[in-house]
T-cell receptor
Framework: DGGITQSPKYLFRKEGQNVTLSCEQN?????MYWYRQDPGQGLRLIYY???????QKGDIAEGYSVSREKKESFPLTVTSAQKNPTAFYLC??????????????FGDGTRLSIL | KQEVTQIPAALSVPEGENLVLNCSFT??????LQWFRQDPGKGLTSLLL?????REQTSGRLNASLDKSSGRSTLYIAASQPGDSATYLC?????????????FGTGTQLKVEL
């Protein structure tokens, strides 16, 4: 079955600690995205990548970092500089726009909490 | 900056009713608009994608319309069922970095009762 796998489902971070959220897709999509969801707010874009070894900041990139070394993987690191990391994190992928319209497909999310 | 508003924020209806969810957006320079469904504690499931050149899109009991010039989209659900209970999100896709940058509304939480 093709899809997007996010792990872990739940993650706890101690003060001053960096944590990495995993996102893997087997849909052969070039584009991948990370969103953050907070109660009462819409999803907000953290980072996105349209191709391997390239990524761009979204609306709320401060305190986060990403890498895109493989087409199928787009890990997100929440650094200690992110002062309010408690949220639900969602990864998505799609065929890049390039003149066509393709839907984004989402994983089941990782819930990050502070200890 | 694109802003997306969804009305109502919450809706409770008896099973079998037809219902309409509303979405408005401030920047009409979009490539497409997607409607998603989100179940509690889960990711998003894509329901419909309307291209900016289209007026509507249908999938089963769902019909989405788009009026790009007025910045509005509606999702029509026919003959609602308890399994339709979820939060529905709309997301116009803007022209940034390849055209797939979505801006999300806060959603309409739907409950369909027996």
């Amino acid at each position: 079955d093709g899809g997007i796998t996010q792990s872990p489902k739940y993650l706890f971070r101690k003060e001053g600690q960096n944590v990495t959220l995993s996102c893997e897709q087997n849909l052969n999509h070039d584009a991948m995205y990370w969103y953050r969801q907070d109660p009462g707010q819409g999803l907000r874009l953290i980072y996105y990548s349209q191709i391997v070894n390239d990524f761009q900041k979204g609306d709320i990139a401060e305190g986060y970092s990403v890498s895109r070394e493989k087409k199928e993987s787009f890990p997100l690191t929440v650094t200690s500089a992110q002062k309010n990391p408690t949220a639900f994190y969602l990864c998505a992928s799609s065929i890049p726009h390039r003149g066509s319209n393709q839907p984004q497909h989402f994983g089941d999310g990782t819930r990050l909490s502070i200890l | 900056k694109q802003e997306v508003t969804q009305i109502p924020a919450a809706l409770s209806v008896p099973e079998g009713e037809n219902l309409v969810l509303n979405c408005s957006f401030t920047d009409s320079a979009i490539y497409n608009l997607q409607w998603f469904r989100q179940d509690p504690g889960k990711g998003l499931t894509s329901l419909l994608l309307i291209q900016s050149s289209q007026r509507e899109q249908t999938s089963g009991r769902l019909n989405a319309s788009l009026d790009k010039s007025s910045g509005r989209s509606t999702l029509y659900i026919a003959a609602s069922q308890p399994g339709d209970s979820a939060t529905y999100l709309c997301a116009p896709g803007g022209v940034t970095g390849g055209g797939n940058k979505l801006t999300f509304g806060t959603g309409t939480q739907l409950k369909v009762e027996l």
